[in-house]
């Protein structure tokens, strides 16, 4: 399954269908020694499977310690749903993923298995007895200790100072000497002192220690290099522009991208009375500008693409997604293109002031592959992602909006849209003429040996 949907309608139309059969649940039959943990799997299907001819081949099982088929049973008159496999051995406490393909090294299914269907997860070990003991001690709560008195708040000379002579008040309450020439009050200011520097030292390596607070540019270097990622010095910002057009062109490069600016259109052509308006207002307002890397070509039916959820509802593709299903034929999608993920309507209310603008993920594609759902014919184009790019929050696709709103079942929640192009911070400069260069100037001063002379 790609999608984690609320409402599994899929499953209801498969079980309809004469000619098209999918996997209902699986479950591991107990080994003769004790319950669980065996090397046998029962996989339940939905419609009778007495058709299907299914071999060792066509079985994949991933996870955890390595697993393979070694026989498979098919199923009888007495039990036409089930289809018994034997493994060679038992799995561990990962999770498993039974899987089937259509031959070894593919991973589309069989004919007359639905793909969305074809695969269940599965753990061999949750009926095994467990040898650890979770269960809490009983014993009662410890006594609370209390706190010291200690003024946290004090991190600087005169704060530390204070609170080391409120402290000496209490422990010698005879002394009462105030001049800064006495030997307990410049021991108290000595140590305030060096309590002030410590105080800063530890601010500043707990300010370096994380990417989000540093400050110093080679802390943001060491930060990056520790995550395998080097930072060039030379690379301005970089953005991901979104470009939605009417027909089919190429951007060339150099293509100027500039913040929206209220009074004017979303797109101007050089000469237009609009362009002057625009530089001079940029130039009032110092606002950035952005020039695109490379060409581009950009096509209207990658605007806006929506997203195929094979007939179930409020789904969603979870963190760390790296694949997903678009509707329609995008034969025009490549390995290597970028695609953003956005979420462009409030879940709960349909309103499109209410989407999350944090929900938002650019992936680059590795695989792009059209096909058709076989159940009802749509065509369908499927694309992945490199694990790197793995979304790092649930997008929702479709959903069923509160009962302030209707309660009514939602689609088109988030999009993906095309024509990406990446573009740098800043104006190029053509053939600049940096002048002459200056010679090295003579130094002011001669050595001492000379001026004895």
Avoid at 231 to 237: H, K, R
């Amino acid at each position: 399954m790609i999608y984690s949907c609320g409402q599994d309608s899929r499953r209801e139309l498969v079980l309809q269908q004469t000619k098209l059969n999918g996997i209902d649940y699986l479950e591991v039959v107990e080994a003769p020694g004790g319950p669980g943990c065996g090397t046998k799997l029962a996989v339940t299907f939905l419609n009778p499977a007495t058709s299907l001819s299914l071999g060792t081949s066509m079985i994949s099982i991933t996870g955890g310690t390595p697993v393979q088929a070694v026989c498979v049973t098919a199923a009888t008159a007495q039990d036409p749903t089930a289809v018994t496999v034997d493994l060679d051995r038992t799995g561990d406490f990962s999770t498993y993923t039974f899987a089937l393909v259509a031959g070894a090294g593919r991973t589309d299914p069989p004919d007359g298995i639905d793909p969305q269907l074809a695969c269940v997860e599965f753990s061999f070990k949750a009926g095994c007895p467990s040898p650890a003991d979770c269960q809490p001690a009983a014993c009662g709560p410890p006594v609370p200790a209390s706190p010291p008195d200690i003024n946290y708040l004090a991190k600087d000379y005169t704060g530390f100072l204070q609170m080391m002579l409120d402290r000496l008040a209490v422990l010698t309450p005879g002394w009462t000497e105030t001049h800064a020439a006495d030997l307990g009050v410049a021991l108290a200011e000595v140590l305030a002192y060096a309590a002030d520097h410590l105080s800063y030292q530890q601010d500043a390596v707990s300010t370096e220690a994380y990417i989000g607070t540093a400050r110093s540019r080679i802390s943001l270097r060491r930060h990056a290099r520790l995550v395998g990622y080097q930072i060039g010095e030379g690379c301005n910002a970089r953005t991901l522009a979104s470009v939605s057009v009417g027909e089919a062109l190429t951007l060339p490069p150099g293509t100027p991208f500039y913040p929206l600016v209220p009074g004017l259109g979303p797109a101007v052509a050089a000469g237009d009375p609009a362009a002057a308006q625009l530089a001079a207002q940029l130039a009032a307002t110092s606002q950035p500008v952005f020039l695109s890397m490379r060409a581009a070509s950009l096509h209207p039916r990658h605007n806006c693409m929506h997203f195929y959820t094979w007939q179930d509802g409020d789904c969603c593709l979870p963190a760390g997604a790296t694949q997903a299903t678009l509707l329609h034929h995008l034969d025009l999608l490549e390995p290597g293109g970028m695609l953003i993920f956005k979420e462009v309507k409030g879940p709960l209310t349909g309103v499109a002031q209410d989407a999350d603008p944090t929900h938002r993920c650019a992936v680059q594609l590795t695989c792009v592959t059209p096909t058709a759902d076989p159940l009802t014919g749509q065509h369908i184009t499927q694309i992945s992602w490199a694990a790197a790019d793995a979304l790092p929050f649930p997008l929702c696709i479709s959903s069923t909006t509160d009962a302030d709103h209707g309660s009514q079942p939602l689609s088109g929640v988030s999009v993906a849209l095309g024509n990406i192009v990446p573009a740098d911070h800043g104006t190029w400069v053509q053939a600049e003429d940096l002048g002459p260069v200056p010679s090295a100037p003579l130094p002011r001063y001669y050595p001492a040996w000379r001026s004895r002379r």
